[in-house]
């Protein structure tokens, strides 16, 4: 059986060469809750956006088995779903039905599918009743919560998420927490926030300068403290010793 | 940051909110090209014309210090224009109403015509978009054969105004936070195009990762969307209404001024 995201020694630098991944290598598996952590700068967003076939390195990447390049960009965005930054650039359209809406329309679904569809993702995130609301009507959070629907009403084995909870107060991160917990993709998190991180990933990887740095259970990597703060990052409250 | 939309009241309900907004859009470009068509004289029966326009803002439950504030944020240019008729036309015109006669300028006149016209043709134009959400509209102008890269534009303009306008008012704030004298016209000048040239730089990234969630969820740029439109017996009740309203002015009101 072949795994959800695999990537062989893939490279990838920026227009002005400078490097932004390494020779990174990372199997992640179907169903597994998988986090990038590092600081910032250190190419978690890029390598996100790698696995979509946005940004074009050498080396390999394969999606549920299927290579990423040119050719195959329309099946592998079929299969992951990609929710970048900042909510406000996923949340493009003038209502928040018509944005969870926009990507089963492209799937070309029969219409009846595309409205059951939305609505489905949208009582997920907890949004139905804010449906027609501008998104510019909406509080971060829900912002937050609506751009995670739009990437549910795909229905993709693979949801990746860049930072999900940069300025969320903590209600708000549990909330999206809590969603993204229940969900039964491979779910893929880019963050700095090591509480979230620490609640949210079976599987963690440190990247740090475009480099694998280390992977394995989110304990052992996170309640490293001298592993964590050689990287920029801290252990979180759940791994700390107590004092 | 909250803005003042100018589409604020189109989330009320009412009968007239219901209505389709292909119906209120051809109304009202129909009503306005009749108002826009009026000669010059027509001043007084204007305010006949401006019945229709209150009538739906009063059944659409719209402040109407709302309206005139809106007609007065917008007003500069024409009163402009407007003021500077009578500097132009000075012929003298005998003016009647009722029983009182006197006489002035055509170029008051003409004046008096263009600020009549833009009240009663910007309380059309404010019963529009307070009685219909933006997204209704454009698919209304969509199913009446308005090409759909073009409303599609329109809704990304409607879509990222506000974000725009964030971000600028974030940056204003940040300069005023670190600026507390004035530091000449050179220097604020200077200030004022570094911010210009950021926000149209952030501007250019906002485009990119926009692009880059568009693709990500199929799009191959051609737009697709959900119809929810339908025209019931109140849309073809308020179009009989307004012809006949329409109809009624065009025979029955005459220029009472000479």
Redesign the interface.
């Known amino acids: 059986m072949t795994s959800a995201i695999e990537i062989k020694d893939y490279s990838y630098a920026y227009a002005d060469g400078t490097a932004a991944l390494k020779d990174i290598s990372l199997i992640i598996e179907h169903g597994q809750k998988v986090v990038l952590i590092g600081p910032n700068g250190a190419g978690k967003s890029t390598l996100l ?1 790698a696995m ?1 076939g ?1 940004v074009k390195g050498t080396g390999k990447i394969f999606v549920d088995g299927i290579e990423v390049n040119k050719k195959n960009n ?1 099946k592998i ?2 299969l992951i ?2 929710c ?3 909510p ?8 928040i039905y ?1 944005d969870v ?3 089963p ?4 679904l029969e ?1 009846d599918e ?2 059951a569809r939305t609505r489905q993702a949208l009582e997920t995130v907890g949004l139905w009743s804010l449906a ?1 609301k ?3 009507h909406l509080s971060a959070g829900q912002k937050r919560a609506a751009a995670i629907a ?2 549910l009403s ?1 229905k993709p084995g693979i949801i990746t998420l860049d930072e999900p909870t940069s300025s969320l107060d903590p209600t708000c991160r549990n909330k999206i927490l809590r969603i993204i917990r229940e969900l039964p993709q491979t779910i893929i998190v880019a963050t700095c926030d090591m509480n979230f991180a620490a609640e949210f990933a079976e599987h963690a990887v440190l990247i740090d300068n475009g480099q694998k740095t280390a992977e394995g259970e989110p304990q052992k990597i996170m309640a490293e403290e001298q592993l964590m703060t050689s990287h920029g990052l801290e252990v979180p409250w759940k791994y700390r010793k107590s004092i | 940051m909250h ?1 003042a939309h100018i589409d604020k009241f189109a ?1 009320q309900d009412s009968p007239v909110h219901r209505l389709d907004a292909r119906v209120k859009f051809i109304v009202m470009v129909i009503f306005m090209a009749f108002v826009i068509s009026l000669p010059p004289n027509s001043v007084v029966i204007l305010s006949l014309y401006a019945i229709g326009p209150f009538a739906v803002l009063v059944s659409g439950r719209i402040p109407l210090r709302f309206v005139f504030k809106q007609i007065i944020i917008v007003s500069p240019f024409i009163l402009v224009l407007a003021l500077s008729c009578p500097f132009y036309d000075r012929t003298p015109v005998s003016v009647s109403f009722g029983p009182l006669s006197w006489q002035i300028t055509a170029g008051w006149l003409r004046c008096c015509n263009i600020l009549a016209k833009f009240t009663v043709t910007m309380m059309c134009i404010i019963a529009l978009v307070s009685t219909t ?3 209704n509209l ?1 698919e209304g102008l969509g199913k009446l054969g308005i090409p759909k890269i073009l409303t599609a534009q329109l ?2 303009l ?3 105004i ?2 725009v306008i964030d971000k600028a008012q974030h940056m204003l704030l940040s300069r005023r936070a670190r600026s507390s004298n004035y530091l000449g016209f050179r220097n604020e000048l200077k200030t004022a195009s570094a911010m210009i040239g950021s926000l149209f730089i952030r501007s250019i990234d ?1 485009a990119e ?2 692009s ?9 740029q051609k737009w ?3 119809s929810q439109m339908h025209t019931g017996w109140a849309d073809y009740l308020f179009i009989v209404l307004s012809a006949i309203y329409i109809l009624a002015l065009e025979l029955f009101a005459k220029p009472v001024l000479t």
Do not use: W
């Open positions: 956006l979509a946005f329309k965005r079929g779903g990609c970048v930054e900042n406000e650039d996923q949340l493009f359209m003038p209502t018509e809406a926009f990507g329309l492209n799937l070309r219409k595309v409205k027609d501008p998104p510019h739009t990437i795909m | 803005h989330y959400r933006f997204t454009l809704g990304l409607y879509r990222y506000f974000v906002t990762n926009i880059i969630a568009m693709q990500g969820r199929g799009f191959n697709r969307s959900l």
